[in-house]
């Protein structure tokens, strides 16, 4: 059973960090591309940073560069999402996608808000 599971979430003031994490289970993890998307109240959902499966390449919204790293640990099948210098912006749901060759996986997702 394919399970991946995002948690780390919160409620952070501006300019504050946050590390998100997503667990994964019932796959080859280690040979999935790993993504983080989010998605705002009337938004689209965005591609914020992705990880190839050997961590050499990685890729970041243009929104983001700077302030958010992208790792993956295969050992622990774990991705994570360290998330610096916050922004009101940066408010949103964030899920974590696994894309494969021929499926892919998404979560549930886990609430961002940053506010004072």
């Known amino acids: 059973q394919v399970q991946v599971v995002e948690s780390g979430g919160g409620l952070v003031q501006p300019g504050g960090s946050l590390r998100l994490s997503c667990a994964a289970s019932?796959?080859?993890?280690?040979?999935?591309?790993m993504s983080w998307y989010r998605q705002a109240p009337g938004k689209e959902r965005e591609l914020v940073a992705r990880?190839?499966?050997?961590?050499?390449?990685?890729n970041y919204a243009d929104s983001v560069k700077g302030r958010f790293t992208i790792s993956r640990d295969n050992a622990k099948n774990t991705v994570f999402l360290q998330m610096n210098s916050l922004k009101y912006e940066d408010t949103a749901m964030y899920y974590c996608?696994?894309?494969?060759?021929?499926?892919?996986?998404w979560g549930q997702g886990t609430q961002v808000t940053v506010s004072s």
């Open positions: 990880i190839s499966p050997s961590s050499g390449l990685t």
């Open positions: 019932g796959f080859t993890f280690s040979n999935y591309w």
């Open positions: 996608k696994a894309l494969g060759a021929i499926s892919d996986y």
